[in-house]
């Protein structure tokens, strides 16, 4: 298939209807920086800069199918603790997934914490307890999965071994979706596979698979002997095996593809697994072959081990990657979550960010001189664009003169700008809060306490720049001389 048609499979996602069951967690980061040893051992001392919490494990899968715009019925186990309300409440908060977070009071919900200095990962610890889910939460779980089949064309179980697929739970599920005529793909776990048999797909890593074949794999010819071995024994439509730098095995009947690893670079595998499942079963929904969802779950894997933690792609920005490198380059009109990507990935990149904002709605030399002053003082800038309807609240009702569209356009030609982002808001307060930039930049008519975010910016180290302006220019002037 041409990369037009993966484009437009990408495009399908948003009518994909999947169900994804399995073990659900909670990550937590805590990230900072590292100066210094610690007096008391010779260990780092981590001086923490900022906490985050994620879902993890097949929360993750639902991440990943929430960015792609895929519809999910999502149905999990946790504790009856405080993680596992949390769990409940991110599920929740994803809004395009119909949520089945089963408690159970004597369960442990997992979490996973995790030590971060920049983009190096310096201690896990986990907090957990395998065990199988009870006899009622378990009949609980299969009514509500054989409740969703009529509704969904695919079964996504993503297995961590943490007891919700265990002891049987996972062939039942896959029993009885079979008989409903859908696909089920499963990311699997331990190194008996008769628990999946009859899966349609199952993504194993190398090591994955090599505890399950009971035999070390050091080629391609071993890999897919393994996975043809265990295909036939167990009854599995195909194997994707996920290799590392090696890329992906497609192995199907008597077929086998081999995929090179599309990664540009590499800061972080873990979740990378979750990725390729999550894109591999929004495909195989979508109506794509095995080996089209393959590549498209190749190029996400690319994307997404060039981010930090257990991260998502998103179905724009997989779309992207298929289109020519040289036009890639040249987009810089971003969707939020999008640019936060970029500016993380710049951050890591050890690049100073700058942000400015406005109207932008006829360009003068005045804006060329305050976009030149900004980015003259970082490494890359991005500018805040007020949305139609923000300058309509702003400017009145007939402003502005030009649609964000083409404003966007514009500012996006312009050398200085390395990202535009649309923000629906009267100020950027939020915009800056997420985005987090080093210098914040506003022309000097405004003094330094009525820089909107200014003192956000102050409060974690940026600074604040007031840009010199260039007087005898006004997009409000320039519209009345041309009105007279």
């Known amino acids: ?62 991440r990943n199918l ?74 609980d779980l299969q009514a509500q999965i054989k409740a969703a089949l009529p509704h969904h064309q695919l079964v996504i179980l993503s297995d961590y071994a943490k007891g919700v697929l265990g002891n049987g739970v996972a062939k039942e599920i896959i029993d009885v979706a079979r008989a409903a005529g859908r696909k089920v793909v499963v990311d699997p776990k331990g190194h008996d596979y008769a ?73 972080d595998v873990s979740g990378a697994g979750d990725t390729v499942v999550a ?53 810089k009109v971003l969707p939020l979550p999008l640019a936060l990507d970029h500016v993380a990935r710049w951050r890591r990149n050890g690049l100073k960010i700058g942000f400015t904002n406005g109207c932008f709605d006829l360009i003068h030399p005045g804006h060329v001189s305050l976009l030149g002053q900004a980015r ?3 490494d890359r800038l991005v500018v805040g664009l007020n949305s139609d309807t923000s300058v309509r609240r702003l400017k009145g009702p007939a402003r502005p003169v030009q649609n964000e569209a083409a404003r966007a356009a514009v500012l996006a030609s312009l050398a200085p700008v390395d990202l535009v982002v649309v923000f629906d808001a009267e100020t950027p307060v939020e915009l800056i809060r997420e985005l987090r930039p080093d210098v914040l930049v506003k022309g000097a008519d405004y003094s330094r306490d009525q820089v909107v975010g200014g003192d956000i910016v102050e409060s974690y180290g940026g600074r604040v720049l007031l840009a010199e302006i260039v007087p005898g220019y006004s997009t409000t002037a320039t519209i009345a001389r041309a009105v007279r």
């Open 1 to 62: 298939m041409a990369e037009a048609d993966l484009i437009k499979l990408v495009e399908a996602f948003g009518r994909a209807r999947l169900i994804c069951v399995g073990d659900a967690m909670l990550d937590h980061y805590v990230t900072g920086r590292v100066e210094r040893i610690s007096p008391e051992a010779p260990v780092p001392v981590l001086h923490v800069d900022s906490e985050e919490r994620r879902l993890g494990g097949a929360g993750n899968v639902l």
């Open 66 to 139: 929430h960015a792609l715009g895929a519809e999910t019925c999502f149905i999990s186990v946790t504790g009856a603790d405080a993680a596992g309300r949390e769990i409940t409440r991110m599920v929740a908060a994803l809004g395009n997934a119909e949520a089945h977070v089963l408690p159970e009071r004597d369960r442990v919900t997992s979490v996973k914490t995790r030590y971060v200095a920049d983009t190096q990962q310096l201690l896990r610890a986990d907090r957990e307890r395998a065990a199988p889910i009870a006899a009622e939460t378990r009949a």
């Open 195 to 267: 628990v999946y048999r009859g899966a349609s797909v199952l993504k194993p890593n190398r090591r994955e698979l090599a505890e399950a074949a009971g035999r070390a794999l050091a080629d391609d010819e071993a890999v897919v002997a393994a996975a043809r071995e265990l295909i036939e024994r167990h009854g599995f439509g195909a194997m994707l095996v996920s290799c590392g730098k090696d890329g992906l095995l497609v192995v199907e009947g008597t077929d086998v593809h081999r995929l090179a690893a599309e990664a540009r670079e590499v800061y």
């Open 279 to 331: 894109v591999v079963g929004a495909a195989l929904a979508a109506g794509a072959s095995l080996l089209d969802a393959a590549r498209l779950a190749n190029a996400a894997a690319g994307i997404v081990v060039g981010k930090v933690g257990t991260a998502v792609v998103h179905a724009n920005e997989l779309a992207e990657t298929l289109v020519d490198r040289d036009t890639l380059k040249s987009r």
């Open 376 to 378: 003259a003082a970082c």
